[in-house]
């Protein structure tokens, strides 16, 4: 006879228990007296994300409404509160002036269950700090100059393969645009990184490859991820992970059985790369103690970095950087003549010179990355009560903060016709009349991407390879116009790219 009547009153608790802490967590920003746009229960700012609306167009919304009123406002990620930076002065005092108040992204990492997430893009404070300076030690910025002969070798299996099967099909046929770059980049990451040679223009399913598309846990779960965002201590404690255990062992097997090739076996590859730098780290800290040894799982999640942060982003752009050449054929016209004359100046040897003398094709690099911006924002963590100079603000401890890059770079202020793919947007009388921080594909400060020339070598060297040699129109299987994949956080198109490639003379 009591059971409804119990029954009753615990659903009401807890209903009642669930309403005031949502309405407690969506009261924060109104506490603060932070102006912020009124959040939906219990969804926040969030509503529609991943189903009808990807999470730059929810930024973008925000960012035109309130730019201006204030140099951030509130936002909410479902019950997180967070803060949206607008303002480029505060974007630059953030990442670079005043940045050792915010070196921390805030993101989850475990590295005692899940030491794949031991990479520079993950960890914060003193774990951060130690490994930043074992890499900063290597002088590695400097090294990736000699890199390229082994970036070549790679482009130049991909060439081969590429040309083979072009000529099969006659000099013409309708190809996966995005598996053809993807697998370029997987092929540079394997080479580079883990010593591991490749060609997945001929072999696409190899156990490599495979890892590189599944090592995100097969089980894994967006809500118990939030959750280990908002709480690190307690996912570290219930000892969470997000990356699959079989992909785990396998990078680090991978990794300890080319170690132990070149370090044991004295084998030294024909071209300097990453692994190669890695390697002789661990030898020169024995002579030197300015140099601190790399462990061998340090070195794993130093490797993965590049599948983590680079494939995808990448792939992408590449594969956007196509779409648009494809339905501007005078853009790739120019870029084709460009490549040609100035690889003809230098006998046809791509080198770091012909590099840096390909001027438009990275003003269209440059475009694709400001239109088709694959990280849609960067996040910090403030470590320290900081004031924003010139203004009464003040970002608390532990605040943490986005900033809108994509929404940055479709700003009317900073690029003209912001919706339109245009490479003069990058011609340098352009580039040098916009501010600091209107252009962040990379980051900026001691938190950007640390390889980020090096991933600028890779996407030039590709485009140098396919514009060369073939031309690029839609066909049927293209998808215009394109659209983006709303259920990841990268920004990046819905479906694969489709296009016609032709053998050009």
């Known amino acids: 006879m009591d059971f409804f009547p119990r029954l009753f009153w615990t659903l009401f608790g807890t209903a009642s228990l669930c309403y005031f802490v949502i309405n407690v967590a969506l009261g924060y920003w109104k506490r603060r007296g932070i102006l912020h746009e009124k959040p939906k229960k219990p969804w926040g700012h969030l509503k529609g994300v991943g189903r009808k609306r990807h999470i730059s167009e929810v930024l973008q919304t925000i960012y ?10 509130g936002f909410y990620a479902l019950l997180k509160p967070m803060l949206l930076i607008l303002d480029l002065e505060s974007i630059h005092y953030i990442l670079l002036k005043d940045s050792k108040y915010f070196m921390d992204r805030g993101l989850y990492y475990n590295i005692q269950d899940d030491y794949l997430s031991q990479n520079q893009l993950q960890m914060d ?15 590695w910025q400097e090294k990736i100059q000699n890199m390229l002969p082994a970036l070549l070798k790679v482009q130049q299996t991909f060439s081969n393969s590429l040309r083979e099967k072009v000529t ?5 046929l309708n190809i996966n645009i995005t598996e053809l770059v993807e697998g370029y980049n997987i ?9 591991l040679e490749g060609d997945s223009v001929r072999y696409r399913n190899t156990q490599f490859h495979t890892m590189c598309k599944s090592y995100i846990k097969s089980n894994f779960n967006v809500f118990k991820a939030y959750l280990a965002f908002c709480f690190p201590s307690l996912a570290r404690l219930v000892q969470y992970y997000m990356y699959s255990p079989k992909a785990s062992q396998y990078f680090q097997k991978l990794i300890s059985d080319k170690l ?14 990453f692994l190669q730098l890695w390697c002789d780290s661990r ?9 601190k040894k790399l462990d061998n799982q340090e070195i794993v999640g130093q490797a993965f970095s590049f599948i983590l942060a680079g494939l995808e982003s990448s792939s992408s752009t590449l594969a956007c950087c196509l779409y648009e050449l494809a339905l501007q054929p005078e853009i790739q016209d120019k870029a084709r003549r460009e490549i040609r004359e100035v690889l003809s100046k230098h006998k046809d040897n791509l080198n770091e010179t012909v590099l840096k003398e390909l001027v438009y094709l990275k003003q269209i690099l440059n475009e694709t990355l400001r239109k088709h911006t694959p990280y849609p924002f960067l996040l910090r963590l403030t470590t320290k009560d900081y004031e924003l100079p010139d203004s009464v603000f003040m970002l608390r401890e532990g605040n943490h903060l986005i900033i809108p890059t994509s929404a940055i770079h479709h700003d009317a202020m900073y690029y003209s016709n912001p919706d339109k793919f245009d490479p ?7 580039s040098e009349k916009r501010p600091v921080g209107a252009f962040l594909p990379y980051g900026m400060g001691p938190r950007a991407c640390v390889a980020q020339h090096f991933a600028q070598q890779q996407m030039l060297v590709c485009l140098v390879t396919l514009l060369q040699h073939y031309e690029f129109t839609p066909c049927a299987e293209t998808t215009i116009p394109l659209t983006y994949d709303n259920s ?8 694969d790219i489709w296009l016609t490639i032709t053998s050009v003379r």
């Open 424 to 430: 003069e947007h990058f011609h340098s009388k352009q």
């Open 64 to 73: 035109n409404k309130y730019k201006g009123q204030a140099p951030f406002v």
């Open 187 to 195: 092929d540079c990451i394997s080479s580079l990184a883990f010593g």
């Open 488 to 495: 990841k956080l990268m920004k990046k198109p819905k479906n």
């Open 283 to 291: 030898k020169i800290s024995q002579r030197n103690q300015i140099f």
């Open 125 to 139: 404070g003193p774990d951060w700090q130690h490994l930043h300076l074992k890499l900063k030690s290597l002088q």
């Open 168 to 172: 099969k099909s006659q000099n013409k």
């Open 260 to 273: 132990n090739e070149r370090e044991y076996q004295h084998t030294q590859p024909l071209q300097y790369d």
